[in-house]
């Protein structure tokens, strides 16, 4: 197993790895939607949900894997009436690639996030 660590995602707020990467497969931890600097992004559901994948993106390029290498996604959304509008954005960077998905809402999220969203990639 290898760890996966990059400084163009939020580092790790708690006693876990950014991703692991066993055999070919990259296991993200769950992202939310904090700026690599580690602040808060402003916005509602529709903004957060760009910079969790902003992070997504960052650590699958250093897992060598990429959104179009993604196998599932786990999606945590506080409020289920705003997913119209997470599916939007999600869409955006699922388009013709769609990975297997799960979409549960979670009554409360670290920092009080909106979304938080962890994937399971092959590397290339």
Known sequence: ????QTNQAPAAIGPYSQGIIAGNMFYSSGQIPLTKEGTLASGGIKEQTHQVFQNLKALLEAAGA???????ATVFI?????????NEVYGEYFSS???????????????DVLVEIEVIALIK
């Open 78 to 86: 506080k409020n289920m009436d705003e997913f119209a509008d997470l």
């Open 1 to 4: 197993m290898n760890y996966v």
């Open 66 to 72: 990429s959104l179009e290498t993604v196998v599932k």
């Open 97 to 111: 690639h769609k990975p297997a998905r799960s979409c549960v809402e979670v009554a409360r999220l670290p920092k």
